[in-house]
């Protein structure tokens, strides 16, 4: 409120005040009313006299406030290094044409063919390949094309049993490697293993497998020599 207006608000209460103690006068019969009357005029002025009404002429500036402005942060575009492309032309090197060529060479006329000596009509002429010459010692059955020689019964000789081992009654096994000649017959007896020695085994195996006699192993058709193993065992029954 202004001044004006302060001032128009007092003299109505004035003019309020008036009226009441006029009214007040006319009526002294009722003191009771008057008193209270009195009480409020008091009241009144005491409240016009604490209330204090602020001056509107006064400017109110506004509060400055602290602002923050946040930007969002953008990365500056990558650098992207330029790179110079360096083309590298390719050379072949072309051989350059000799300017002075070699000679050309003397042709030469072809040799005359040399044919063999005609074959005289007395003569046999064997296709094939040619046979192999005959081994010169004993081979082993069963290798290239080598049968085996088989023993026959009726020139088998039962070996003697050695009076000592008889004795001692002991009974033993000999292994021998003998050479079946190409008529059959046993020869170039050795002693392989004997499983006890000393009684007379070995030498009775050997007189024994000497005078037997076999069908003589062959190759090709033919007999050839070979070796063979034999065992010679002994016994008391």
Known sequence: MTEQQQALSLDSKLLAEDALYSRLLHRK???KF?????????LAHAVVLVIHFPDFKQTIVPEKKNTIIVKKYTPPPPQV???QIVEKKITKKVPLPDPTPDEPEPIREPEPEILPDPIPDDMDVLLGEPELPPPSGPLLPGVGGVTNPVKLEEFYVQPNYPELARQARL?????LQVVI?????????QILRVDKSSLGFEQAAIDAVTKWRYKPAEQNGKPVAVYLTVNVQFSLH
């Open 171 to 175: 009974e033993g096994t000999v292994i």
């Open 81 to 83: 290094e330029k790179r």
């Open 29 to 31: 019969d009722d003191r």
């Open 34 to 42: 008057f008193w209270i009357s009195i009480g409020l005029a008091i």
């Open 181 to 189: 000649q190409k008529d059959g017959s046993v020869s170039e007896p």
